[in-house]
């Protein structure tokens, strides 16, 4: 019965994907412009040829398929995130977009032109997203409700899989009857009313439990280390039944917060790591930096230009001044500011250490002897930091992260969870940057760094470039 559903849902995705590539296929032909008599669209479907476009549509329908597949798009999802297969189905629709425009090019398609390529990729993606969306809504509803079930197994009833368990019973819309437990030890209680959950056997009767019960996924909770055979065993007999089997990548009990799988050829490879993976949101991030970096230095010239003229009428030297920073993996970039200081500044640094008026790794002196008179100006309405946006615009840097620490700064630090925050790319602004700044401790610092890498989004970095402006208008912290 299961798996007479999930063949239903699998043939509504194909046909819906069907249909849904038709439509893209047909508004884009009267969004470009090419619905008008005497247009190229008459030749193309002209009876002589209605053969060939028949045969082309069919075969780039299947080959629409196949790269849906390619990408997973036709594989249970009941676990994964709603944006991982908008994501996917981005890169699929992308693919075969350009694969299309290829095609039109070799056979020389003309109704095929720049706005049919535009329109169609726009109903495509969105058409394909809705449709998905809400047949995924759907299901998940119909799961909620005890239809559209897939029998569950929970195999050992420590920790983990009890937190599996509590996970799988709060969460109803996706879909899973939760049989009970395998393990030598007593089940954990169930999270609705408190009672133990229900426990098959042991596991020496896995094996005859997995064989006789009608059971489609089996998650294995079981402690790695002491029991490796017997997970070996435990995934062998799943593979001969032909159950799906989940495994919680959660067991090496580290604060990494994210895991995924990818392929190193043909061998799955288990990828833990402390932010974000890359993806549809981190490669829109890149996008936003470069171009948002390139306006600002347009728009700002005219004031890159004052400064400038300020700091060369103030005080001998360059315009700029050039440090070495730490960024992304610990490496080394070369960050450039308009200079504020003495041009010997750096070569003073050890005389004035003992004035540094901040705890833990950072050096600060809010009225430093060094600075110069347009300096102090420049530093209290942040405009010092202006030219960073080159440094975004390379790549060094994001509108958006934990600030570049000097290499002075960084040998300093005491505690190793102080080195996470280098598995993003710096920024311009962050968290530290709203909230006081130097007003703050740096051990403050550093947790505010590392809370904008677990909890990062597009909408936190929109949410914290718009409380920027005010922070540095007020000058708190500022020195």
Known sequence: MHETRRRLLLNCLRVGDLLVLTTALAVALVFSGQVVEGSPLDEFLAVRVKLVNFLFFAGFAVLW??????????RSRRVGLMTTEWWDIAKAVAIGTLLLSGFAMVFNFSAVNRGFIAS????????????????RSAFARGGGHGRNLRNLVIIGCGPRGAEFGKQVRSRPELGYLLLGYIDEIAPPPNPL???????LGNLEQAQEILANVEVDEVAISLPIRSYYETISRLIGLCEELGLVVRIPAD??????????????HDTPVLTLQAHAPAGGSTALKRVIDFFGSAAAMIVFAPLFALISLAIKLDSRGPVLFAQERIGQGRRK?????FRTMEVDAEQHQAEVEELNEVTGAAFKIKNDPRTTRVGRILRKLSLDE???FWNVFRGDMSLVGPRPLPIRDVERFDSAW?????????GLTCLWQINGRHEIDFDHWMELDLQYIDNWSLSLDFDILVKTLPAVLRGTGAS
Not at 120 to 135: K, S
């Open 120 to 135: 169609f990729f726009v109903v495509a993606l969105l058409g394909t997203a809705l449709y998905r969306t809400v047949l």
């Open 418 to 426: 102080q080195n996470r925050r280098f598995s993003v790319r710096p």
């Open 193 to 199: 009313h408190g009672h133990p959950e229900k426990l």
């Open 65 to 74: 398929n196949i790269i849906f597949g390619a990408f997973g798009l036709y």
């Open 386 to 388: 202006l030219p960073q």
């Open 251 to 264: 067991f090496f009990e580290s604060r990494l917060v994210h895991a995924y799988v990818d392929k190193l």
């Open 333 to 337: 970039f070369r960050m450039i500011k």
